[in-house]
C-alpha cells in the first residue's frame, strides 16, 4: 500500500475503528500520534526558521523606510529653503516614492511570511502533510494499515 499522509492515516482509522479491539486500535492510533509528533517537530522548525528570516527582513525594511522618509523631510527643507531646483526636487521625489512602493512591496512579503508562521502555529500537523506530504510522497510517514 502507498504510504498515507496523517491526514489519511486518521481518516483511515476512523473506517477500521469498528473493526479493531482496543489494544489494536491503541496500537495504530500510537503510530499516528508519533507521526504527528514528527510533524509538529518538523513545522515548528520551518517555523523557527521562517520566524527568523522575517523578522530580520522586516527590520530592515523599516530601517529602510525610515531612511526613506528622513529623505522625504530633507527634500521638503531643501525645497522650501530653496536650496533644490524645482527639476531636482522632482526627480528625487520620484526616486523616493520609488523606493517607498518598493519596500511596501517587500514588506507585503515579510506579512506574508508571518501569516505562514501562524498557519504552521494554528495546525502544525495540517501545515507537515500540505506542505510536505502532499508534494514530496517520499516524506509521508511508514504506517502499518
Do not use: W
Not at 525594511?61 to 528622513?70: K, P
Not at 522625504?72 to 525645497?79: D, I, R
Amino acid at each position: 500500500m502507498p504510504p498515507r499522509t496523517i491526514r489519511q492515516a486518521r481518516q483511515r482509522l476512523e473506517e477500521l475503528a469498528d473493526s479493531l479491539n482496543p489494544i489494536s486500535y491503541k496500537r495504530l492510533n500510537d503510530e499516528i500520534k508519533a507521526a504527528e509528533a514528527e510533524a509538529t517537530r518538523t513545522a515548528h522548525g520551518h517555523a523557527s526558521t521562517k520566524t527568523t528570516k522575517m523578522l530580520t527582513d522586516a527590520n530592515d525594511v523599516l530601517r529602510r523606510l525610515c531612511e526613506t522618509r528622513d529623505g522625504f523631510k530633507t527634500l521638503a527643507a531643501q525645497g522650501k529653503a530653496g536650496r533644490v531646483s524645482s527639476k531636482d526636487a522632482t526627480k528625487r521625489f520620484n526616486d523616493l516614492k520609488a523606493e517607498e512602493r518598493r519596500l511596501q512591496a517587500l514588506l507585503t512579503d515579510v506579512e506574508a511570511g508571518l501569516a505562514t508562521v501562524q498557519a504552521i502555529e494554528d495546525d502544525p500537523v495540517a501545515y507537515a502533510d500540505e506542505n510536505f506530504h502532499d508534494r514530496y510522497p517520499a516524506t509521508r510517514p511508514d504506517f502499518t494499515f
